[in-house]
Nanobody, 115 residues
Framework: QADVVESGGGLVQAGGSPKLSCTASRRIFGVSDIRWYRQAPGQQRESVATILSTGRRNYTESVKDRFTIYRHNARNIAHLEMNSLTPEDTGVYYC?????????WGQGTQVTVAS
C-alpha cells in the first residue's frame, strides 16, 4: 500500500506561491514516478507535472515556467512549488505515485486562487 498523502493547499491570492507536498511509503517512493494532477470544477483531471524516478521532469505547457516539481527520496517526499498563480490554477491537486508494481492516488488537496 502506497499511503499517498498530499498537503499544502488552501486559499491563495492571485500571484501567490504555495508549495504542495506529497508523501508515500518508503517502500515504493524511491523507485516511483511522482505525478501531480489537478482537477478544476467541472473539468477532467489533467496532468500538471511529473518527476520520474530518474529525476527527469515534465510539465504541462500552462505551468512550465511557473511550477517546479522536485523530490527528496531520503525523506519520501515530493513537492510542487507554484508561482504566479491565477484563478485558472484553482482546483483539487492530486499526487499519483507510480512504480512497476504500484499505482496509487492521494485524496487530493484543494487550491483556490482568489483574484
Amino acid at each position: 500500500q502506497a499511503d499517498v498523502v498530499e498537503s499544502g493547499g488552501g486559499l491563495v491570492q492571485a500571484g501567490g506561491s504555495p508549495k504542495l507536498s506529497c508523501t508515500a511509503s518508503r517502500r515504493i517512493f524511491g523507485v516511483s514516478d511522482i505525478r501531480w494532477y489537478r482537477q478544476a470544477p467541472g473539468q477532467q483531471r489533467e496532468s500538471v507535472a511529473t518527476i520520474l524516478s530518474t529525476g527527469r521532469r515534465n510539465y504541462t505547457e500552462s505551468v512550465k515556467d511557473r511550477f517546479t516539481i522536485y523530490r527528496h527520496n531520503a525523506r519520501n517526499i515530493a513537492h510542487l512549488e507554484m508561482n504566479s498563480l491565477t484563478p485558472e490554477d484553482t482546483g483539487v491537486y492530486y499526487c499519483n505515485v507510480v512504480s512497476s508494481w504500484s499505482y496509487a492516488w492521494g485524496q487530493g488537496t484543494q487550491v483556490t486562487v482568489a483574484s
